[in-house]
């Protein structure tokens, strides 16, 4: 039998090459296992809270409601909606009030804002069926309607009137805004 004798230098080569061959075969990742993929679907809905002015002949486009107004004789009318067009309940909201100038001199008329509460208006005769409430005017610019529960889709029906003017005609501009603090406060549910 014949002897296998190494030198030095190559008993180092060898040491190397059984280091890498180690090494690398401790850097390829073991695949004893299984995977597994779960998927759970969600829905996030986020809220709206938004309340208009709108009468029957303009849309609810978000501009402000226009009444344009010349009296020349008599007492003026006009009937309008405030309507909660989001989707949460809201329990107050502002109402601000421009009054235009088209023709004539002067300043324009004052135009009050009556809610015909628990009842319904009579656009022919001018009535109130519940309990007529006057909320405001437009010489306050702006007024706000507070502890009030105006769920979704729900709606307000106003009375806006104006005393006889001969000398002008005038505009009138109904806005309505809401703030985060007229909505209930967030509900966490986990389902």
Do not use: H
């Not at 029906?157 to 603090?181: D, F, G, H, M, W």
């Amino acid at each position: 039998m014949r002897g296998f004798a190494l030198s030095l230098c190559q008993m180092k080569s060898l040491k190397l090459l059984i280091s890498i061959v180690l090494l690398s075969q401790s850097l390829v990742p073991a695949f004893a296992g299984a995977t597994g993929l779960a998927m759970k679907s969600l829905t996030v809905t986020t809220a709206k809270w938004s309340v208009i002015a709108v009468n029957t002949s303009q849309g609810s486009g978000g501009a402000p409601l226009s009444l344009t107004w010349t009296v020349n004789s008599g007492t003026a009318y006009s009937y309008f909606s405030i309507i909660n067009n989001g989707t949460m309940a809201v329990n107050q909201f502002s109402v601000s009030v421009i009054q235009t100038l088209i023709s004539g001199s002067g300043r324009p008329n004052d135009v009050s804002f009556t809610l015909c509460q628990n009842g319904i208006w009579n656009t022919v005769i001018n009535t109130c069926s519940g309990s007529p409430l006057l909320i405001g005017n437009s010489a306050d610019l702006t007024f706000a309607l507070t502890n009030i529960s105006l769920g979704t889709g729900s709606e307000l029906r106003l009375q806006a009137l104006t005393k006889p003017n001969i000398k002008n005609q005038y505009l009138t501009e109904v806005s309505v805004s809401v703030s985060r603090n007229a909505v209930r406060n967030g509900i966490i549910s986990n389902s």
